[in-house]
């Protein structure tokens, strides 16, 4: 690929358009020529998403669910990993291992992945069924709204089956990183202080 020649065609493009939306698509297909698939370009409301997202602010219904089907289950569905604290999915029962089923009454057999995480941050909010670990079932309306993502978890586990609730028993610290953000390095930091400490 001549760079140089592809990079000039399309400038001449964008030029040429009075179009907003053409523009950025033109600057997209360039961009995805280059198949890194961690380069792409992010119009200015996309822009300023993506920075709330760094600072551990989103607006959100608050959960994180895998990309992949869980066919474990007749009913397959998506399972829910995390649920943010304060979150609408929170106060709303949502647990994580439940099972989503269902969005705008639309089977999760039927979405990508992609759709899923598109139609959960829809401004305007989504009904979902959910199916929790015991067999009981969820229905609910989830509205996005302003969440605080706190980047970091962490905590002391047993160590050895043999040793856990001996006195003097020793343990194991675990940190886990949820989100790359802005202040994930201090948490992390933090967070091994307190372990170190316990």
Same mark, same amino acid.
């Given at each position: 690929?001549?760079?140089? /020649?592809? #990079?000039?065609?399309a400038l001449a493009s964008t030029f040429e358009t009075k179009d907003t939306d053409a523009a950025? %698509?033109?600057?997209?297909?360039?961009?995805? /020529?280059? =198949?890194? %698939?961690?380069?792409?370009?992010? $119009?200015p409301a996309e822009a300023s998403k993506f920075l709330n997202a760094e600072k551990g602010q989103?607006?959100? +219904?608050?959960? %994180?669910? *895998?990309?992949?089907?869980?066919?474990?289950?007749? *009913?397959?569905?998506?399972?829910?990993? !995390? &649920? +943010? !604290?304060?979150?609408?999915?929170?106060?709303?029962?949502?647990? $994580?291992?439940?099972?989503?089923?269902? +969005?705008?009454?639309?089977?999760?057999?039927?979405?990508?992945?992609?759709?899923?995480?598109?139609?959960?941050?829809?401004?305007? =909010? &989504?009904?979902?069924? #959910?199916?929790?670990?015991? =067999? *009981?079932?969820?229905? *609910?309306? #989830?509205q996005a709204g302003d969440v605080k993502v706190n980047p970091v978890q962490f905590g002391l #586990?047993?160590?050895?089956?043999?040793?856990?609730? /001996?006195?003097? !028993?020793?343990?194991? =610290?675990? +940190?886990?990183?949820?989100?790359?953000?802005?202040?994930?390095?201090?948490?992390?930091?933090? !967070?091994?202080?307190?372990? %170190?400490?316990?």
């Open positions: 690929m001549d760079w140089d /020649k592809e #990079l000039e065609a950025y %698509q033109v600057t997209r297909d360039l961009i995805g /020529k280059l =198949g890194d %698939q961690f380069t792409r370009v992010l $119009p989103l607006n959100a +219904i608050g959960m %994180q669910v *895998t990309r992949e089907l869980d066919l474990s289950e007749s *009913t397959g569905g998506r399972r829910v990993t !995390a &649920v +943010i !604290a304060g979150s609408e999915a929170e106060r709303a029962g949502v647990l $994580p291992g439940d099972l989503l089923l269902t +969005i705008n009454d639309t089977s999760l057999r039927l979405l990508e992945a992609n759709e899923v995480a598109e139609m959960l941050r829809r401004p305007e =909010g &989504v009904d979902v069924k #959910l199916l929790h670990k015991d =067999g *009981t079932e969820l229905r *609910t309306h #989830l #586990l047993p160590y050895g089956a043999e040793d856990s609730g /001996k006195a003097g !028993a020793r343990s194991i =610290g675990y +940190i886990r990183l949820a989100v790359f953000s802005e202040n994930a390095p201090a948490k992390v930091e933090e !967070a091994m202080r307190t372990l %170190q400490a316990e």
